[in-house]
């Protein structure tokens, strides 16, 4: 009887340790909108560009943060804005805060991912005395480099949609350079905040990482790797020299600076290949010297 309660106390003792290490936002419902990331130009159905959006995590990677800028300048004005998009485990749906240069303020507070898609709408609110909106975006993702953002307002409680804009997503061709500082921008956090294992989910599953004395190959190996930093610990900082998109790779040049907790700095010159693996670019060689 000793020996069953003395495993259920360690038991309970080890999960307590688990939770606590957990990231905050490391369920997979947060990462169901991602596909959104990136810098895009969106299209009216016409063709007309209707404006540029940069979307990027931010936040320990708990919320999604959408950069709007209008293509068209009316009367010296463009209109701008910013919304912030995070799944809220409390009530399981996912919810977007609206803010623009116009002082507008939109909650869509009733957000799903369903079939392959983000829905997100907001209560049904008072214009005026005699009218009542629901307003509700979709967002489906057609191609890794497409999706398709279609928004509606109702008038009747959700009974009948009419269409308010409808616009394609197109993933900027000509984005490299932000491409690479992104994933090297969040490696860096990954390892300021001693997440040294995270650093390996930004290279791909069959990557190789080839220095001066050794080379690692595959999943396991590069995790091991990058959790052998916590002995220098300290803070990194990577610069992105030049970045090149050849067809489906982006190759990227680049310096990396550890300081180590004892305040010594470890300088490397580095390459880097870059591919697309489920749709993210992520590293397929990494070459040090």
Same mark, same amino acid.
């Given at each position: 009887?000793?020996?069953?309660?003395?495993?259920?106390? %360690?038991?309970?003792? %080890?999960?307590? %340790?688990?939770?606590?290490?957990?990231?905050?936002?490391?369920?997979?419902?947060?990462?169901?909108?991602?596909?959104?990331?990136?810098?895009?130009?969106?299209?009216?159905?016409?063709?007309?560009?209707?404006?540029?959006?940069?979307?990027?995590?931010?936040?320990?990677?708990?919320?999604?943060?959408?950069?709007?800028?209008?293509?068209?300048?009316?009367?010296?004005?463009?209109?701008?804005?910013?919304?912030?998009?995070?799944?809220?485990?409390?009530?399981?749906?996912?919810?977007?805060?609206?803010?623009?240069?116009?002082?507008?303020?939109?909650?869509?507070?009733?957000?799903?991912?369903?079939?392959?898609?983000?829905?997100?709408?907001?209560?049904?609110?008072?214009?005026?005395?005699?009218?009542?909106?629901?307003?509700?975006?979709?967002?489906?993702?057609?191609?890794?480099?497409?999706?398709?953002?279609?928004?509606?307002?109702?008038?009747?409680?959700?009974?009948?949609?009419?269409?308010?804009?409808?616009?394609?997503?197109?993933?900027?061709?000509?984005?490299?350079?932000? %491409?690479?500082?992104?994933?090297?921008?969040?490696?860096?956090?990954?390892?300021?905040?001693?997440?040294?294992?995270?650093?390996?989910?930004?290279?791909?599953?069959?990557?190789?990482?080839?220095?001066?004395?050794?080379?690692?190959?595959?999943?396991?190996?590069?995790?091991?790797?990058?959790?052998?930093?916590?002995?220098?610990?300290?803070?990194?900082?990577?610069?992105?020299?030049?970045?090149?998109?050849?067809?489906?790779?982006?190759?990227?040049?680049?310096?990396?600076?550890?300081?180590?907790?004892?305040?010594?700095?470890?300088?490397?010159?580095?390459?880097?290949?870059?591919?697309?693996?489920?749709?993210?670019?992520?590293?397929?060689?990494?070459?040090?010297?």
């Amino acid at each position: 009887m000793k020996k069953i309660l003395l495993y259920i106390i %360690i038991s309970f003792f %080890i999960l307590s %340790i688990q939770a606590q290490n957990r990231r905050p936002c490391s369920a997979p419902e947060y990462r169901q909108f991602d596909f959104w990331l990136g810098d895009w130009e969106a299209f009216s159905p016409n063709g007309n560009k209707g404006g540029d959006s940069k979307i990027s995590l931010m936040l320990d990677s708990c919320t999604i943060l959408e950069e709007w800028t209008s293509a068209i300048v009316q009367r010296g004005f463009r209109f701008s804005g910013k919304s912030y998009n995070m799944y809220n485990a409390g009530n399981k749906q996912w919810q977007q805060y609206w803010v623009d240069n116009t002082g507008a303020i939109t909650k869509y507070f009733n957000g799903r991912y369903e079939d392959g898609k983000m829905i997100v709408q907001t209560d049904n609110e008072k214009v005026n005395d005699t009218t009542w909106l629901i307003q509700k975006m979709t967002f489906y993702r057609l191609t890794p480099d497409k999706i398709r953002q279609h928004g509606e307002n109702s008038s009747d409680g959700g009974k009948t949609w009419t269409t308010s804009f409808d616009l394609e997503y197109r993933r900027k061709v000509d984005n490299t350079t932000a %491409i690479v500082d992104s994933v090297l921008r969040k490696m860096e956090d990954s390892y300021n905040k001693a997440d040294y294992k995270e650093i390996a989910s930004y290279y791909t599953k069959n990557a190789k990482v080839v220095g001066r004395t050794r080379e690692i190959n595959g999943r396991k190996e590069m995790i091991a790797y990058w959790e052998s930093f916590k002995r220098l610990g300290g803070t990194w900082k990577l610069s992105n020299l030049r970045s090149e998109r050849l067809g489906d790779q982006i190759w990227q040049k680049g310096t990396s600076v550890i300081t180590d907790k004892e305040g010594r700095d470890h300088k490397v010159n580095f390459t880097l290949i870059f591919v697309l693996e489920d749709g993210i670019w992520k590293i397929l060689q990494d070459a040090y010297w």
